[in-house]
């Protein structure tokens, strides 16, 4: 994998004017970058973000996707309204999600399987917590967590993207050494290996506090294929650093 993935995460962040700026100057910013960029921003706002977009190389991202085709499921959005918006990428099994609303791996792997069978590109996230770390457990749970998702979806696993966020630092301004972080990539691209007849198609990102300091050195990481970017995403001066240093690491 040469050509790197940076997905920008907003989070429950934004409102119309400030979408439309950040979304100018990023999109006029990253002039003919040699990575691939996306924003995955707050549902209200994919049309919105559809239509700033167009004619540009910048892909529209959804934080999340429910595992339901349609029917009485208030509050949750399909992945057939996704792609009719035009979004390339959703998130998946966020750290958030699985924390705050209880997703378990099972759930994650199902909206993983609903985005692809609609051509939308699951954003699929694993990652530790700090105890978890500390115990030694790393390894364990990224690969049950993954292996989930493969379980459900082996025959196109080779489709999805990976995102690496520890949870210990996100939001945190902590980050994994570009060591740790690639000693985690590795063991999920081995995964991946044993699993698809095509791992060389899967991005995996680092997703952990991920910024413009850090990003050219964990960039140059072998199977850091690119970032999934939280608070620096936000800022496009910020997300235009990492795009240059994600460009440069694709050459």
């Known amino acids: 994998m040469t050509r790197k993935l940076i997905a920008g995460n907003w989070k429950m962040n934004g409102s119309l004017a400030a979408n439309e700026a950040l979304v100018r100057a990023v999109a006029q ?29 910048l892909e529209l991202g959804a934080q999340d996707v429910s595992k339901h085709e349609q029917g009485a499921y208030t509050g949750e959005v399909s992945a057939a309204m996704l792609r009719e918006l035009g979004v390339r990428y959703a998130i998946v099994g966020h750290s958030e999600r699985r924390q705050y609303h209880g997703e378990t791996d099972e759930l994650v792997a199902d909206k993983a399987k609903a985005a692809l069978a609609h051509g939308v590109t699951p954003i699929v996230c694993v990652g530790e917590t700090l105890a978890e770390r500390e115990a030694g457990q790393t390894a364990d749970v990224v690969k049950r967590q993954m292996a989930a998702v493969i379980h459900v979806n082996g ?97």
């Open 155 to 251: 025959h196109c696993i080779s489709e999805i993207v990976v995102a690496y966020e520890p949870v210990w630092a996100i939001g945190t301004g902590k980050t994994a050494t570009p060591e740790q972080a690639q000693e985690v990539h590795a063991l999920l691209r081995a995964q991946l290996k044993a699993a698809s007849t095509h791992p060389e198609r899967v991005h995996i990102l680092y997703g952990g506090s991920m910024n413009a300091a850090n990003a050219a050195t964990l960039l140059a990481q072998p199977d850091i294929d690119g970032g999934l970017i939280g608070g620096a995403s936000l800022k496009a001066p910020d997300f235009l650093q990492i795009i240059a240093a994600a460009s440069a690491a694709s050459k």
């Open 29 to 57: 910013g990253m002039g003919n970058a040699q990575c691939d960029v996306a924003v995955c921003v707050p549902a209200p706002y994919l049309a919105q973000v559809a239509q700033l977009r167009a004619g540009t190389k």
